[in-house]
């Protein structure tokens, strides 16, 4: 059984795997941390070692997708766990790494609008940036798992230049704070 979209407007890319019941953004409005409190979203739940990332096979990996499925819809800590996941079973260094690492960063940049922090989101997306910046280098390619590496780039740097500028809407179970989501796409 596939969950439906919290907003049917958001693509899903595993939709296989249930969405959250809310988003843990650590802001002290009442959420239990996912896995540490009793009433956590993924208290005791046994998670599996990540299997690495095939940037060529992208597609066949449910962790990778899924991540990409917590971002757009606004679970920003979550995704940044799953695909922290992905980056240790990639060995922390190389091109898969650093795409990885970039979007750990924008996923934080996420989890710090949601706090109020503009100069985290700042601080976050510059290095989400810097990291899809180097895994271009690596691979020499402009498309890499899935993504245009320049539009990464991008989005990493819009969301720099308007940290102080995202809503932070406080106290909600879920908020997409960004104006767009991650769109991987075979080309």
């Not at 996912?34 to 993924?42: A, L, N, T, V, Y």
């Not at 290095?127 to 390619?141: M, N, T």
């Not at 106290?171 to 989501?181: K, L, S, T």
């Amino acid at each position: 059984m596939t969950e439906r979209s919290l907003n049917p407007q958001i693509p899903r890319y595993c939709p296989e795997r249930p969405l959250p019941p809310y988003a843990f953004t650590g802001d002290g409005f009442g959420f239990p941390h996912p896995r540490r409190h009793p009433q956590g979203h993924g208290y005791r739940q046994p998670e599996a070692p990540a299997r690495p990332l095939d940037p060529a096979r992208w597609r066949e990996s449910a962790d990778y997708l899924f991540g990409i499925d917590l971002f757009n819809h606004g679970y920003y800590w979550e995704a940044h766990e799953l695909w922290e996941g992905l980056w240790v079973a990639a060995g922390k260094r190389g091109a898969v790494s650093e795409l990885l690492k970039g979007l750990i960063k924008l996923a934080a940049a996420g989890v710090k609008v949601r706090q109020g922090m503009g100069e985290g989101v700042r601080k976050h997306a510059g290095r989400a940036e810097g990291h899809f910046s180097r895994a271009r280098r690596l691979v020499q390619s402009c498309r890499f798992a899935g993504f245009e590496l320049e539009e990464l780039m991008g989005f990493a740097r819009g969301i720099q230049d308007r940290a102080e500028d995202w809503p932070r809407r406080p106290g909600e179970r879920v908020a997409v704070v960004f104006d767009r989501g991650l769109k991987p796409a075979d080309r």
